[in-house]
Nanobody, 115 residues
Framework: QVQLVESGGGLVQPGGSLRLSCAASGSIFGGYVMGWYRQAPGKQREWVATITSGGSTNYADSVKGRFTSSRDNAKNTVYLQMNSLKAEDTAVYYC?????????WGRGTQVTVSS
């Protein structure tokens, strides 16, 4: 079992920055992938970024060049640094852990980009 807790969301003006954190606990071992997803009101959840246990990253085109994912293995925590935020980035952001067929989700953290 893996538990995930996101934090760092909030209200920010367009052009601003936020850093989200996802603290993982439980059976963190082996090869796995952690991802960030988001869901805006009335829309389906969409993939934002992925970081593997080896540190490789991948990003959705909509956030490439603005968002950066990183990890602190000692703290079992991954981060999503979000810069140059836009109104369309407003959503609940979720952390995901995936290892083989096992899948876990956090409860999400709200990010609102508004002036």
């Amino acid at each position: 079992q893996v538990q995930l807790v996101e934090s760092g969301g909030g209200l920010v003006q367009p052009g601003g920055s936020l850093r989200l954190s996802c603290a993982a606990s439980g059976s963190i071992f082996g090869g796995y992938v952690m991802g960030w997803y988001r869901q805006a009101p009335g829309k389906q959840r969409e993939w934002v970024a992925t970081i593997t246990s080896g540190g490789s990253t991948n990003y959705a085109d909509s956030v490439k060049g603005r968002f950066t994912s990183s990890r602190d293995n000692a703290k079992n925590t991954v981060y999503l640094q979000m810069n140059s935020l836009k109104a369309e980035d407003t959503a609940v952001y979720y952390c995901n852990f995936r290892r083989g067929l096992y899948d876990a989700w956090g409860r999400g953290t709200q990010v609102t980009v508004s002036s």
